[in-house]
């Protein structure tokens, strides 16, 4: 995956916080030195408050880049999360970026981009979107929640749903959902898959996409501390070249690895 370059430390403003559910919001940052660095599945590490509670930054998939702006997703899990939804337009935060690895999207040549998410994994993906509609790809947005109330998809085009229920779109799973209609879209052309959800639905996507030989990206979820490899707070262990297994550090080799990587 190529690895983001200009890694800043910087204050930034909140310029507007806009709700898209009961406990998700999405907030615009003005931060130049950023924006102008970040590519698709990069994130930042935010510290929310200047007090010493929350200690840790939190990490966030850069959602969209406008000009000098960023747009972060943010889901009120927690302390942190509840704090940073709640500050005022004009507040600052700490803003550590663009940091991880980026989504590969000028490595092997496809027709294709079929963009996989689940629950707070559509994240990165308008970010991703605008970048591969820039290179003239078909984008297929595929949206998978328990339920009809937790699908997201503020500001991406051409979805199909899937949820647990069937209270929308494709009852089942988004995994389920690719499976049924992969063997058509491979028929039409080359496709790549760029995933990003709970890491249990990335590792039944990666089976998946093994074995019907489909190229895939994805964007793993893990507890994050500094975001730059001291704490060692996001190790995983994915496949070595010689058939084991080795140990990475998300914030440094991910957090979007070949889901061939992956140990499935």
Do not use: W
């Not at 490595?107 to 629950?119: K, M, N």
């Amino acid at each position: 995956m190529p690895e983001t370059t200009s890694i800043v430390d910087i204050r930034a403003t909140i310029v507007q916080t806009r709700s898209i559910s009961p406990t998700v919001c999405i907030i615009t940052l003005d931060c130049p030195a950023i924006a102008a660095a970040a590519k698709p599945g990069n994130f930042v590490n935010i510290k929310v408050s200047d007090a010493t509670l929350p200690l840790l930054r939190r990490p966030f998939s850069i959602h969209n880049v406008r000009g000098s702006l960023l747009d972060i997703m943010v889901k009120s899990v927690g302390h942190g999360t509840s704090l940073l939804s709640d500050l005022a337009t004009g507040s600052t935060v700490l803003v550590l970026g663009p940091l991880g690895t980026s989504f590969d999207i000028a490595g092997r040549e496809f027709d294709t981009a079929i963009l996989v998410s689940g629950g707070i994994g559509t994240a990165p993906m308008l970010f991703l979107e605008k970048i591969l509609a820039a290179k003239g790809k078909k984008i297929i947005n595929l949206i998978g929640g328990r339920s009809k109330e937790d699908l997201l998809a503020p500001g991406l085009s051409n979805c199909r749903f899937a949820t647990d229920d069937g209270s929308e779109g494709f009852r089942g799973n988004v995994v389920e959902l690719l499976g049924s209609g992969l063997p058509a879209l491979r028929k039409e052309g080359t496709c790549k898959v760029f995933a990003c959800g709970p890491n249990p639905m990335l590792k039944a996507l990666a089976r998946l996409c093994q074995a019907n030989r489909t190229a895939c990206d994805v964007s793993l979820e893990s507890v994050m501390g500094c975001g730059i490899g001291i704490c060692y707070g996001c190790s995983v262990e994915v496949k070595s070249p010689d058939g084991g297994l080795r140990t990475i550090l998300l914030c440094q080799e991910g957090p979007v690895i070949d889901a061939e990587l992956l140990a499935v």
